[in-house]
């Protein structure tokens, strides 16, 4: 579901998403005409993007609370699993994720400006502090620990072959020239543990590059379906989105898969 154009606030992203989805409730409240935007939130560029284009470059380290976010956790672990590695291969792990990426995806969710999903429901009842202690929990946990042998869903997935693999590999580090697609390591790492000293703060104390997501062993369904997602232009509501869509625009069915296997077939190494 996609918010209305009333979404328009008036309100700095430095103050933090607090602010933003009280303004949110409040603007839809009074049905108000959306003021101007300003600093931090601007008129989206995005063809069928309803609400303003949330600004993250400006974004600070996220301030959380681990420990608390693993008291709020049984939920989710219900499908992101207990050590953040999800029960099936379409929820995607969570496991070592930086939080930043994981806490503004929340509130992009939480916003309605996500492609809605099983999880959409439970996040409307988050809090901002909720949030930011999750994100903080999740992103505590040690990525891609030992698999349980018998996971659900292992038993049905077929090992990719070895040159889907190395045409995943080859797209990952080299992009295609021809096809007009940018190596993906530029943004998220040569070793897909994201992009190069992306938490140390800049000299005005952002972390811009903190929401580009680690990609490293991550499930290969969810990225089959997310590359999709950004292929057909579904996220178009925060500068990273705008950011991954203008490489998802560039895919195609096979780049997909092949993209999926190898960094899926990056688990455990
Ligand atoms: C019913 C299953 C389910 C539950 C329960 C659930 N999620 Fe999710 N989660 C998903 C699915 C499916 C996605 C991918 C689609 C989406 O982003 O909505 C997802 C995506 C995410 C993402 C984005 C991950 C990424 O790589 O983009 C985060 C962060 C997340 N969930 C956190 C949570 C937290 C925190 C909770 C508990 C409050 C939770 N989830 C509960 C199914 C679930
Ligand atoms: C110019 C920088 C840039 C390049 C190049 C780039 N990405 Fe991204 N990618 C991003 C950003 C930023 C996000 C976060 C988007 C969002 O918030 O939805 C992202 C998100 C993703 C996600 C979602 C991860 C998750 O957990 O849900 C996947 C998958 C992904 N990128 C794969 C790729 C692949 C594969 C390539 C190469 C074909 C690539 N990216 C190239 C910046 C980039």
Redesign the pocket.
């Known amino acids: 579901m996609k918010p209305t154009g009333t979404l328009s606030t008036i309100l700095s992203l430095a103050t933090g998403s607090l602010l933003v989805l009280l303004a949110y409730a409040q603007v839809r409240a009074q049905d108000a005409p959306p003021p101007a935007p300003q600093d931090g939130v601007h008129e989206s560029a995005a063809p069928h993007a309803a609400g303003p284009l949330l600004d993250l470059r400006r974004i600070q380290p996220l301030r959380g609370d681990a420990a608390a976010g693993k008291a709020?956790?049984a939920?989710?672990s219900?499908?992101?699993g207990e050590q953040g590695i999800s029960i099936v291969p379409?929820?995607?792990n969570?496991a070592g994720?930086r939080a930043e990426?994981?806490y503004w995806?929340?509130v992009e969710?939480k916003l309605g400006n996500?492609?809605p999903?099983?999880?959409?429901p439970?996040?409307a009842d988050?809090s901002d502090a909720?949030?930011r202690d999750?994100?903080a929990y999740?992103a505590s946990l040690p990525p891609n620990p030992p698999l349980p042998a018998d996971r659900p869903g292992d038993e049905t997935a077929t090992p990719p072959a070895a040159d889907v693999l190395a045409r995943g590999q080859a797209l990952y580090l080299e992009g295609s020239p021809e096809a007009g697609i940018p190596p993906c390591q530029g943004c998220h790492g040569r070793d897909a543990l994201g992009f190069r000293n992306a938490l140390q703060p800049n000299r005005s104390g952002h972390v811009p590059y903190a929401t580009y997501?680690i990609l490293r062993g991550?499930q290969r369904d969810?990225l089959q379906i997310?590359l999709g997602q950004y292929q057909g232009d579904e996220f178009n509501d925060s500068t990273p989105d705008l950011v991954m869509s203008g490489v998802g625009h560039r895919l195609d069915p096979d780049s997909i898969a092949a993209l999926s296997s190898y960094l899926s077939s990056l688990y455990g190494n």
């Open positions: 709020k956790s939920l989710c219900n499908c992101h379409i929820f995607p969570l994720q990426y994981m995806q929340l969710s996500l492609p999903s099983t999880m959409t439970l996040v988050l909720d949030m999750l994100a999740y997501p991550q969810y997310r």
